[in-house]
């Protein structure tokens, strides 16, 4: 069975930092392509960022480029999401997800791309 799990979540103040960290287990990850989605209350889940299974170059939505970094530990079976700079706007549930196929991706931006889910862990931006 297929388990992806989130954590790092949590309660941080605005310009501050999190890591959020994605375990996956059942299956090994390391040829496909992996990505942190967010959906605020009321808001379609949105795409942040996406990791190629080759850790090649990695895509961010433009609010979050600068501030945000994907990388992945094969190793581990892990990929991670680090935040800095943190903004109100920030704050989501955050997912990540699990490409439905391995190696290439023509799309990666769509959750139809992915097969995979986590159960999503909260982020909050707040003073």
């Known amino acids: 069975q297929v388990e992806l799990v989130e954590s790092g979540g949590g309660l941080v103040q605005p310009g501050g930092s999190l890591r959020l960290s994605c375990a996956a287990s059942?299956?090994?990850?390391?040829?496909?392509?992996m990505a942190w989605f967010r959906q605020a209350p009321g808001k379609e889940r949105e795409f942040v960022a996406h990791?190629?299974?080759?850790?090649?170059?990695?895509k961010y939505v433009d609010s979050v480029k600068g501030r945000f970094t994907i990388s992945r530990d094969n190793a581990k079976n892990t990929v991670y999401l680090q935040m800095d700079s943190l903004k109100p706007e920030d704050t989501a549930v955050y997912y990540c997800?699990?490409?439905?196929?391995?190696?290439?991706?023509?799309?990666?931006?769509?959750?139809?791309?992915?097969?995979?889910w986590g159960q999503g862990t909260q982020v909050t931006v707040s003073s």
């Open positions: 997800a699990a490409a439905r196929t391995p190696l290439f991706m023509s799309t990666w931006n769509r959750p139809i791309d992915y097969a995979y």
């Open positions: 059942g299956r090994t990850f390391s040829n496909y392509g």
């Open positions: 990791i190629p299974w080759s850790s090649g170059s990695t």
